[in-house]
């Protein structure tokens, strides 16, 4: 709470000081060190330390969960101290908003000197995004209040979560030129439900799209090497795109946010470098991945050729890491190793032509790297294979888009991420050429919300529509919008080169949406330099109670025990030891997983990287038959594992068919009956390979008296 480096005292030694100590009980050490000058000019020091305990005569302290989910029915409370030195009559009192208070709001109670007494209230969680509670206590002028210690932000707020899974249905597109465009929007008959929304987005320009698929991806909380570059390349691009004058970059915090993120990216990178050179999706791995480490080399030649100051030596080891390793691989990775060393600067040209020789092997997005790694000069092998990409165009009313005919899933692969790579070769080498604006058309469609679905996708789509907006200059935009709803005007703007990076957004609730028949969504724009993008998504809340689990490459099963029983549970008493046995079956062999268990909001999981609990039984194991899993321990499959407050993560590289089981703690920490989300798993770079477990109900009971 206070530091001063340079505090004079008088002749004597003393001075005085205040300060203020933050608002909780505890005990501070105040550590005092001098130096001075004795009359013969000799140094004299010395040190003294002090403990003094803050607190209050009347101190409350709250007692809740560090986050919610929508129906929960919780016993808040407060514990009350009084250290007045007499007996106090104190009046608690609770003010809540998101929650519904089923108890008296003020309760009125006697607590003798030194003691302290429990206050409780029973809520019932609404429909909100956040929870904020004050807890007052007040004996005559004796009086304390706080909001909850480990809420979040300035006024300690609880996050609260749905329980309930999301369906989104949606479609986009854009108008290059002076017309209207209609979009027809209809509720299906199995969406009988009222909690949901309709999202209008319309952006003047993609400055103002990429921006917000930029933010959504600076806010992601994975921390591996591959989302670190997926961070800052797409910044780079858009630095490149909007700093220009024209723009009025020059002086914009925006240039400041960017440069932020693009430098605090290449430190990530700097201290998760492996001594081989290489980089794991996650720090943790031992060994080095070739298509992280290719990905990063990118990451590094295209900060350093925006003006970034690269470590050089990163770089080439980078480089030398990829060169040694880049024969004899799959034929998808070596095109994706490819092309990173020729944008380093240190094209294989011997791998290059093999590749371009064997071109039938290759996926669609590999095609378009090899063409992008080929010297420019070479227009006839670069010539050949935009020909054979654009011969397996798929065209429809949404645009023209590409969709792979074999299983990509080890090299990140999938349909956007294709369509966003190949529009960035045709960018590169046919710049004019008229399916390119179909294909813009197709991935703006392709976006969810604000973003694509997974961080190779939105990367690589940014990046792809910034190449457009340069060519198209369409950051010089001069027209006028506008968008009626079932005849009713909603939007209405004016594209300037002063307003291209500000879109505008709308929600119509479910429940003001004609069911039966068709809503109408009618666009216009005015003629004049730029486009006019747009988005609608349908996203309707499934109540998890009445859905079943979902099997869609991967089964999920979550089962809650007491420590040393094999029977399963649905309650536990506050401090008991519960085991969470998470059961994975994966009926193929799936690659970069991500599985989520969310934990009830009256219990915290026990990270045992802690050390602060018991160590057994905290590492996943195979069950079943694991015989052909070649005797590797359960390190060699989930490499990485996070223990938030809402919930554990566990993430592998690689799984194997079969079926896994991983157990951890958790410990009832708060009163009351808890909605607990499913479990839920998929492929990061392939969410469609996916599952859902079964929500429940758990309660925690108060502690034995």
């Not at 909100?128 to 979040?152: C, H, K, M, S």
């Amino acid at each position: 709470p206070y530091w001063n480096g340079a505090f004079v005292t008088d002749e004597n030694g003393e001075g005085t000081f205040q300060i203020t100590l933050p608002d909780n009980l505890t005990t501070w050490r105040l550590d005092v060190r001098g130096i001075t000058l004795n009359n013969d000019n000799q140094t004299l020091v010395g040190q003294e330390t002090l403990d003094i305990v803050s607190t209050k005569p009347v101190l409350i302290r709250p007692v809740t969960p560090r986050f919610f989910v929508q129906g929960d029915q919780v016993v808040l409370a407060a514990v009350v101290n009084n250290n007045s030195g007499s007996e106090q009559t104190v009046e608690v009192r609770i003010e809540a908003d998101g929650v519904t208070v089923n108890s008296d709001l003020t309760q009125t109670v006697t607590i003798a000197n030194g003691s302290s007494t429990r206050v409780e209230w029973d809520v019932t969680v609404d429909i909100v995004n956040q929870v904020e509670l004050i807890f007052y206590a007040a004996a005559g002028e004796l009086t304390d209040a706080t909001r909850p210690t480990i809420g979040q932000g300035q006024d300690r707020l609880l996050p609260v979560y749905r329980y309930d899974a999301p369906e989104t249905v949606g479609t986009g597109g854009a108008l290059f030129s002076g017309g209207q465009r209609v979009e027809g929007v209809v509720l299906p008959q199995r969406l009988e439900v009222e909690n949901g929304q309709l999202t209008l987005q319309f952006d003047p320009s993609l400055a103002a799209v990429t921006l917000d698929s930029l933010a959504v991806l600076q806010n992601m909380r994975s921390q591996n090497a591959e989302t670190t570059v997926s961070k800052f390349l797409p910044n780079i691009a858009t630095y490149r795109a909007l700093a220009l004058d024209q723009v009025g970059l020059t002086d914009d915090p925006m240039r400041d946010t960017l440069e932020f993120w693009v430098n605090d990216g290449l430190q990530r990178l700097y201290a998760q470098q492996k001594p081989d050179g290489g980089w794991g999706w996650w720090v943790q791995e031992i060994n080095s991945d070739l298509q992280v480490t290719a990905w990063a080399v990118i990451g590094l030649v295209e900060a350093q050729a925006a003006g970034f100051v690269v470590d050089q030596g990163v770089l080439d080891r980078a480089v030398g890491f990829l060169s040694q390793r880049i024969g004899g691989q799959f034929p998808d990775q070596q095109a994706f190793m490819a092309y990173a060393l020729a944008r380093a600067g240190q094209p294989n040209n011997a791998v290059l032509a093999t590749l371009f020789e064997d071109r039938a092997q290759l996926s669609i997005y590999a095609k378009a790297y090899v063409a992008m790694a080929l010297p420019e000069s070479d227009t006839t092998r670069i010539n050949t294979l935009l020909d054979d990409i654009v011969s397996d165009a798929i065209l429809s009313a949404n645009g023209a888009h590409w969709e792979e005919d074999r299983d990509i899933a080890f090299t990140w692969g999938g349909d956007t991420r294709t369509t966003a790579i190949v529009l960035k070769a045709l960018l590169q080498y046919r710049p004019e050429f008229e399916l390119n604006q179909n294909v813009v058309r197709w991935l703006m469609m392709a976006r969810r919300g604000d973003a694509w679905e997974t961080t190779q996708e939105t990367a690589w789509a940014i990046m792809a529509l910034t190449d457009w907006m340069l060519i198209t200059n369409e950051l010089n935009a001069d027209y006028t919008y506008s968008a009626t709803f079932n005849d009713q005007t909603v939007i209405e703007g004016e594209a300037t080169v002063a307003t291209t990076r500000e879109g505008q957004t709308l929600q119509i609730q479910i429940s003001d949406l004609l069911r039966g028949e068709v809503n109408r969504l009618e666009i216009e724009r005015s003629d004049g330099d730029g486009a006019l993008y747009y988005t609608a998504y349908l996203q309707a809340y499934l109540p998890v109670p009445e859905i079943e689990p979902l099997n869609r490459g991967i089964i999920l099963q979550r089962e809650y025990r007491l420590t040393g029983s094999d029977q399963p549970i649905t309650e536990a008493r506050i401090g008991d030891l519960v085991e969470v046995h998470l059961t994975i079956i994966a009926p193929n062999e799936l690659y970069y997983v991500v599985i989520e268990d969310p934990l009830p909001a009256g219990a915290e999981g026990i990270n045992p990287i802690l050390g602060t609990e018991a160590q057994f039984g905290t590492q996943p194991g195979l069950v079943g038959d694991s015989s052909r899993l070649f005797g590797w321990g359960w390190w060699s499959w989930f490499t990485n594992i996070e223990f938030r407050d809402e919930r554990v993560v566990l993430n592998a590289t690689y799984l194997p068919a079969g079926a896994y089981e991983y157990v951890y703690y958790m410990r009832p920490s708060v009163e009351g009956t808890f909605n607990v989300i499913p479990t839920f798993g998929y492929q990061y770079y392939l969410p469609e390979v996916s599952g859902r477990g079964a929500g429940s109900l758990f309660r925690v009971l108060p502690e034995d008296e």
